[in-house]
């Protein structure tokens, strides 16, 4: 069982981005979070003592992590928490890593643009990539999958701007 959290704080590190010999896209960083406390007698805040982690993404998150953040960000991570003591030599400690499964900037603290991806050839088939948009309704052929404004996202984002989607729950 793998415990999920979901933590707040500053890239520490530039992410690091390594593809293995199997084409799996990884990419990694330092993540520093702590707590912010008011005391109330002097009217001043002050930091708690910081958490370090080491976060992982995979894929294509992977992917978009390394080219949309930076050393210095202020970012929300949710993922799974993993604990682990280890040994090198005659030293031992505790690493604490988060496999994350999603993350963004914290737009308290600052503006952010999105910019929608090609889905990678590993996604899997069972969820339709968002630039394909809707799904052929009853009575439509196989030409509603190949036209051109669902292959182009610029004109997935308009039909979206201006169409009425009804999404179910």
Do not use: C
């Amino acid at each position: 069982m793998s415990d999920s959290i979901t933590l707040t704080g500053i890239v520490a590190t530039d992410p690091r981005h390594v593809v293995t010999g199997t084409g799996l896209h990884i990419t990694s960083f330092r993540f520093a979070s702590n707590q912010r406390k008011y005391d109330r007698e002097t009217g001043t805040w002050s930091d708690g003592d910081t958490n370090w982690y080491t976060v992982s993404t995979f894929r294509q998150l992977a992917s978009n992590v390394v080219g949309s953040v930076r050393k210095g960000q202020r970012l929300l991570v949710t993922g799974r928490l993993r604990v682990r003591e280890w040994t090198a030599g005659d030293k031992t400690g505790t690493s604490v890593e988060i496999d994350a499964d999603s993350l963004g900037h914290d737009l308290t603290w600052g503006s952010s643009v999105f910019t929608r991806t090609a889905p990678s050839a590993s996604a899997p088939a069972e969820f339709p990539s968002e630039g394909d948009g809707p799904a052929p309704t009853e009575g439509e052929g196989p030409e509603a999958s190949s036209r051109s404004d669902d292959r182009d996202p610029a004109e997935a984002d308009r039909r979206l701007e201006t169409d009425d989607v009804s999404v179910p729950f």
